[in-house]
């Protein structure tokens, strides 16, 4: 199955179901927090759920990380990655 048949299947459900800390952790141990950037398939991902509740998810699954990790993940490697002022 597809991840948009997924969300499709189950909207109603894709809050927590269909993320998991778990799966957010594996991919910060995988890659580190130095190589994990936010991003998203903007305006698709609006299909499911405002663009506000997916950055909002995604701050709860990762509320046990540092503010250093937080940072790299939601702008910093970005910025670096990207080479932005």
């Given amino acids: ?3 948009m048949e997924i969300i499709d299947t189950h909207r109603h459900l894709w809050d927590m179901d269909l993320f ?4 957010c952790k594996d991919y910060s141990e995988c890659f580190s927090w ?3 950037m936010f991003g998203s398939d903007w305006p698709v991902c609006t299909l499911s759920a405002p663009f506000k509740k997916w950055v ?3 701050s ?3 509320q ?3 503010e250093e990790q ?3 993940l939601f702008h910093e490697n970005a910025r670096r990655i990207y080479k932005l002022a």
């Fill in 1 to 3: 199955m597809k991840p």
């Fill in 70 to 72: 937080r940072n790299k």
């Fill in 60 to 62: 709860t699954l990762t």
């Fill in 56 to 58: 909002e998810t995604l």
């Fill in 64 to 66: 046990d990380a540092s």
């Fill in 34 to 36: 130095d190589r994990v």
């Fill in 20 to 23: 998991s800390y778990t799966w």
